[in-house]
């Protein structure tokens, strides 16, 4: 099971992720709406890519259900937070100087909300698992699992336009748009070091991980 979240997770770490800009062809107010938002986007995205990593590199089946409760939990609550603050970066730049921007702006800041939500609503399903119970305590991350994949394959529509012409071009020469070296030290990211105990046990063991 840790596989399959880590999986779901790596899908889901925002749009931004993505872009590759070749030509030259954006003007300098789209440039510096880029900036604005980049230069907040990406501290963002680094919680995300650590929480990643870190739920990538456990893959220990001899996890304790409690130990992997917490720190899913932990997780979760800070991609929430950071998919939260992506949506204010977006909606504070306000709408990007190109046709039919304010729209882009908006139903964009829409699903970086509804993602905050949809992982705050994970974590919530996490606290609730029995740990008692291993097997149903795998059954119940494998559930959870298969809604994080719904979450990283739907709604980004409104992301992959805002993300498009002359404004993707801007975003994706922003050092603050590109994709982030993830770092799994303590100091760097508690929460997402919590995230790694967590994937850990979303597999009793390593067999099972795969089957599942």
Excluded at 5 to 26: E, I, K, P, R
Excluded at 74 to 86: E, R, T
Excluded at 97 to 103: R, S
């Amino acid at each position: 099971m840790n596989k399959k979240l880590a999986a779901a997770l790596s899908g889901g770490a925002v749009l931004v992720l993505t872009l590759s800009g070749c030509s030259d062809d954006s003007d300098d107010k789209v440039n510096d709406w880029a900036k604005k938002v980049c230069d907040q986007v990406q501290p963002q995205l680094q919680k995300i890519a650590n929480a990643n990593a870190a739920i990538q590199e456990q893959t220990a089946d001899n996890s304790k259900p409690a130990d992997v409760q917490k720190t899913d939990s932990a997780a979760f609550q800070q991609i929430s937070q950071a998919y939260k603050a992506l949506g204010a970066a977006v909606d504070s730049a306000g709408p990007p100087p190109v046709d039919d921007g304010e729209t882009t702006q908006k139903e964009a800041v829409k699903e970086l909300n509804a993602s905050s939500t949809a992982y705050a609503n994970l974590r919530t399903k996490v606290d609730a698992l029995d740990t008692g119970d291993q097997a149903k305590f795998a059954d119940g991350l494998k559930g959870i699992a298969d809604e994080l994949n719904k979450i990283s394959t739907n709604g980004d529509q409104a992301l992959k336009k805002l993300q498009s012409g002359k404004v993707g071009t801007a975003m994706s020469k922003q050092k603050g748009c590109q994709k982030p070296t993830a770092s799994t030290s303590p100091a760097a990211a508690p929460p997402a070091t919590a995230s790694d105990e967590a994937s850990k046990s979303a597999s009793p063991t390593p067999s099972q991980a795969e089957k599942e």
